[in-house]
């Protein structure tokens, strides 16, 4: 249960130089150090990493925040924000952690069934 | 030194035969994108890409990949599918594996046995080595054209 990176064999890295604007779709672990603008819809863990800049909306199983994200995030299972995280946005999970020392402004939301992020105000 | 010994006339280095580094990152195949892909490093890309793909080093769409939109690079190595325009500043190299319908304009462009290959080749095509120069003035000109308008404003 500690922070160790478990460093699992599927773990796609969107490499720090690499930008995209658009919508990304995925089913395996994704690891961000990259910027990326507009939308990931993701059934399995997305890192951002502390290279990472995320203009969208984030859509998960789990998210882990090192890096910058600006926009709505939620999970199914968890969202951990750690202390170099910058986010600005609302997050959505059953379970959310934010590690002190990370710099968020937004929305908490914790719901045992947390269903798509509704963007209803 | 010694930089001329050998290397202009070897092929683009395959990215299989370099050592496991954070250099060449590798895309997944359940990756879905749909848009513009920018990048300046190795990449080797597994998923499924609707959109353009501009890149300035080595760039190569694996055997479970699939692009549907125009491709830039320098180095570009098909091993999946590929519906587009490829343009590479140095080389193109279609493998076995690939199918690829589209034109493909590149100083140097090989086709392995057993490749599909449909489309157009041009190697004495000018606007691939002018197109990568045209990225930087772009990104220069939003902050000055951005502080332009706030000041006229």
Same mark, same amino acid.
């Given at each position: 249960?500690?922070?160790?990176?478990?460093?699992?064999?599927?773990?796609?890295?969107?490499?720090?130089?690499?930008?995209?604007?658009?919508?990304?779709?995925?089913?395996?672990?994704?690891?961000?150090?990259?910027?990326i603008?507009?939308?990931i819809?993701h059934?399995?863990?997305?890192?951002?990493?502390?290279?990472?800049?995320?203009?969208?909306?984030?859509?998960?199983?789990?998210?882990?925040?090192?890096?910058?994200v600006?926009?709505?995030?939620?999970?199914?299972?968890?969202?951990?924000?750690s202390?170099?995280?910058?986010?600005?946005?609302?997050?959505?999970?059953?379970?959310?952690?934010?590690?002190?020392?990370?710099?968020?402004?937004?929305?908490?939301?914790?719901e045992?069934?947390?269903?798509?992020?509704?963007?209803?105000? | 030194?010694?930089?001329?010994?050998?290397?202009?006339?070897?092929?683009?280095?395959?990215?299989?035969?370099?050592?496991?580094?954070?250099?060449t990152?590798v895309?997944?195949?359940?990756?879905?994108?749909?848009?513009?892909?920018?990048?300046?490093?190795?990449?080797?890309?597994q998923?499924?890409?609707?959109g353009?793909? *501009?890149?300035?080093?080595?760039?190569? &769409?694996?055997?479970?990949?699939? @692009?549907?939109?125009?491709?830039? !690079? +320098?180095? /570009?190595?098909? *091993?999946?599918r590929?519906?587009?325009? &490829?343009?590479?500043?140095?080389? @193109?190299?279609?493998?076995?594996? !690939? +199918?690829v /319908?589209?034109?493909?304009?590149?100083?140097?462009?090989?086709i392995?046995?057993?490749?599909?290959?449909?489309?157009?080749?041009?190697?004495?095509?000018?606007?691939?080595?002018?197109?990568?120069?045209?990225?930087?003035?772009?990104?220069?000109?939003?902050?000055?054209?951005?502080?332009?308008?706030?000041?006229?404003?």
């Open positions: 249960m500690s922070n160790a990176q478990v460093t699992s064999e599927r773990t796609s890295v969107f490499g720090p130089t690499l930008r995209f604007k658009g919508e990304l779709k995925a089913q395996e672990d994704i690891k961000i150090e990259g910027r603008e507009g939308s819809i059934q399995q863990k997305v890192i951002v990493g502390s290279k990472g800049e995320v203009v969208a909306t984030v859509q998960a199983a789990q998210i882990d925040v090192d890096g910058k600006q926009g709505d995030m939620s999970a199914k299972k968890s969202i951990k924000v202390q170099t995280a910058v986010v600005r946005g609302n997050i959505r999970a059953p379970s959310v952690s934010i590690t002190e020392g990370a710099n968020f402004n937004g929305g908490v939301t914790m045992p069934n947390a269903g798509p992020a509704s963007t209803a105000r | 030194m010694n930089k001329t010994f050998g290397d202009t006339k070897l092929a683009p280095p395959a990215p299989a035969a370099q050592p496991a580094s954070n250099t990152c895309l997944g195949p359940t990756l879905h994108f749909k848009g513009e892909l920018y990048g300046e490093e190795d990449l080797e890309f998923g499924q890409l609707e353009t793909i *501009e890149h300035t080093r080595s760039l190569s &769409i694996g055997k479970e990949g699939g @692009v549907t939109g125009n491709i830039r !690079a +320098k180095f /570009v190595i098909v *091993e999946g590929v519906e587009g325009d &490829i343009y590479a500043t140095e080389s @193109v190299s279609i493998r076995q594996t !690939a +199918k /319908v589209g034109n493909v304009f590149a100083p140097r462009v090989g392995a046995d057993g490749a599909q290959f449909s489309g157009r080749i041009d190697m004495n095509h000018k606007q691939a080595q002018t197109a990568r120069p045209a990225t930087i003035p772009v990104t220069l000109s939003e902050p000055a054209a951005e502080k332009l308008l706030t000041k006229q404003a």
